[in-house]
């Protein structure tokens, strides 16, 4: 289809008249009319405001056809939220996780001094675990914690 059909049929299609895009273009509807008879063609800087007039894109006006809308705009917006949504429940539990282990960290050292049940080479565990907690608290405050799916997105 060429440029001056679509122009007249997507004009028709939006109950549009000549003089209603000619006032809206600051134009005269001659100018219009010359156009949907493949007289003339609009200058350069009349293509973005006629694309928004007509409501499609200069593409679809210079091609005479209207593109397929991708089937997957909304399908992609949502899969944006759900991977966000993932990635602050997967922050939160790292958060979580880290607190846990230096509570329990923190509670084994304390009975371990209090009750005398020590043994000096265990120290390597709650060193492991303060360690991994903060670690797990600084990561995630700086969002450096990757969600899973997005990880192995990386790689393909």
């Not at 679509?6 to 219009?32: C, H, M, S, W």
């Not at 007289?39 to 007509?54: G, K, V, Y």
């Not at 991708?70 to 880290?98: L, T």
Request: aromatic share 8%; net charge negative; with cysteine.
């Amino acid at each position: 289809m060429k440029f001056c059909d679509f122009l007249f049929e997507r004009r028709k299609a939006l109950g549009l008249t000549q003089q209603n895009i000619a006032d809206k273009l600051g134009i005269t509807n001659k100018a219009v009319s010359k156009w949907e008879a493949g007289e003339t063609f609009p200058e350069t800087a009349q293509l973005i405001p006629l694309s928004e007039i007509l409501g499609c894109t200069v593409d679809e006006m210079l091609k005479g056809m209207e593109q397929p809308k991708p089937s997957g705009v909304e399908p992609q917006r949502q899969e944006s939220e759900a991977i966000s949504s993932k990635k602050v429940r997967y922050a939160v539990w790292a958060e979580i996780d880290s607190v846990i282990m230096m509570v329990i960290t923190a509670t084994y050292l304390c009975v371990g001094f209090i009750f005398n049940i020590w043994h000096p080479t265990w120290v390597l565990f709650p060193i492991g675990g303060i360690a991994c907690g903060i670690v797990g608290v600084i990561k995630t405050a700086k969002g450096d914690i990757k969600d899973k799916d997005e990880t192995t997105d990386d790689e393909d």
